[in-house]
């Protein structure tokens, strides 16, 4: 059980779980603002391969994670996600980047573009590359992106000396798809319900609940949730196989 804890920060994901039978309980924390999903029942790739059963995520407040709030990529069986407040998650929104040049300077946990206009925390937890160097973003403004220490202990960034002032470097693409909860893999017998997964101005959370091509839905319920502000409400790639979804408000 995992229950009323503060998780912030993290250049990676909030809370990791994966490739175990369960049961577990996530309930009551705060998981906001790390670098890649609030809450992520992940595939370890090769050894048990169980179906997840009797995982239960309720009443987290789980907002300004860099990608989705709540991802599901192994299978998942009578699992309960019931009131949740997932809100603007998807931060990581920014495009790819190039650039270099006189407006580009370099300190020992930073880089600055005087010509860059970022969104706030568009770049977190992506890998930044310079001339050979490679670093990740904790976090970003405008103009400034500040870079996670290459280990711990130490102060400096960078694997060799603080590149020259001008070096070119690059940023790769945020993914294009951003939801409060995505499924991505089999959810069988799925409860998902009283939920506040909403978009409340940052324009950054691409989908309430998204249902990918990989993933499905059978005899799940779905009802309850506020959906509101999302560019999509529920986004259906694969479309769900009986169970029952009602007033989901968002979803008219």
């Given at each position: 059980m995992l229950t009323d804890c503060l998780i912030d920060g993290n250049l990676r994901d909030g809370v990791s779980i994966g490739n175990t039978r369960g049961p577990y309980t996530v309930r009551g924390n705060r998981i906001t603002g790390n670098g890649r999903f609030g809450y992520h029942h992940q595939d370890l790739g090769e050894g048990n391969r169980a179906v997840a059963e009797e995982i239960v995520i309720e009443s987290n407040d789980i907002w300004?994670?860099?990608l989705d709030g709540i991802r599901s990529d192994r299978p998942v069986r009578d699992t309960v996600i019931i009131n949740n407040?997932?809100?603007?998650?998807g931060r990581q929104c920014a495009p790819a980047v190039e650039g270099g040049g006189e407006s580009v300077r370099y300190t020992e946990n930073t880089l600055v573009d005087q010509h860059a206009g970022w969104p706030e925390d568009g770049h977190r937890g992506?890998?930044?590359?310079?001339?050979g160097r490679f670093a990740v973003v904790a976090s970003n403004d405008e103009t400034t992106l500040v870079l996670a220490p290459n280990r711990p202990g130490i102060d400096s960034v960078?694997?060799?000396d603080i590149p020259t002032p001008g070096t070119p470097y690059e940023l790769p693409a945020a993914p294009d798809d951003r939801a409060g909860l995505t499924l991505n893999a089999s959810c069988d017998s799925v409860t998902i319900r009283g939920n506040?997964?909403?978009?409340?101005?940052?324009g950054t959370q691409t989908a309430g609940i998204w249902i990918t091509e990989r993933g499905s839905c059978l005899n799940c319920r779905v009802v309850e949730n506020d959906l509101d502000g999302n560019r999509v409400a529920i986004r259906a790639d694969t479309?769900?196989?009986?169970?029952?979804?009602a007033n989901n408000h968002g979803d008219q």
């Amino acid at each position: 059980m995992l229950t009323d804890c503060l998780i912030d920060g993290n250049l990676r994901d909030g809370v990791s779980i994966g490739n175990t039978r369960g049961p577990y309980t996530v309930r009551g924390n705060r998981i906001t603002g790390n670098g890649r999903f609030g809450y992520h029942h992940q595939d370890l790739g090769e050894g048990n391969r169980a179906v997840a059963e009797e995982i239960v995520i309720e009443s987290n407040d789980i907002w300004g994670n860099s990608l989705d709030g709540i991802r599901s990529d192994r299978p998942v069986r009578d699992t309960v996600i019931i009131n949740n407040r997932l809100r603007n998650n998807g931060r990581q929104c920014a495009p790819a980047v190039e650039g270099g040049g006189e407006s580009v300077r370099y300190t020992e946990n930073t880089l600055v573009d005087q010509h860059a206009g970022w969104p706030e925390d568009g770049h977190r937890g992506k890998v930044l590359r310079v001339d050979g160097r490679f670093a990740v973003v904790a976090s970003n403004d405008e103009t400034t992106l500040v870079l996670a220490p290459n280990r711990p202990g130490i102060d400096s960034v960078w694997s060799a000396d603080i590149p020259t002032p001008g070096t070119p470097y690059e940023l790769p693409a945020a993914p294009d798809d951003r939801a409060g909860l995505t499924l991505n893999a089999s959810c069988d017998s799925v409860t998902i319900r009283g939920n506040l997964i909403r978009d409340s101005g940052s324009g950054t959370q691409t989908a309430g609940i998204w249902i990918t091509e990989r993933g499905s839905c059978l005899n799940c319920r779905v009802v309850e949730n506020d959906l509101d502000g999302n560019r999509v409400a529920i986004r259906a790639d694969t479309s769900a196989v009986g169970g029952h979804w009602a007033n989901n408000h968002g979803d008219q």
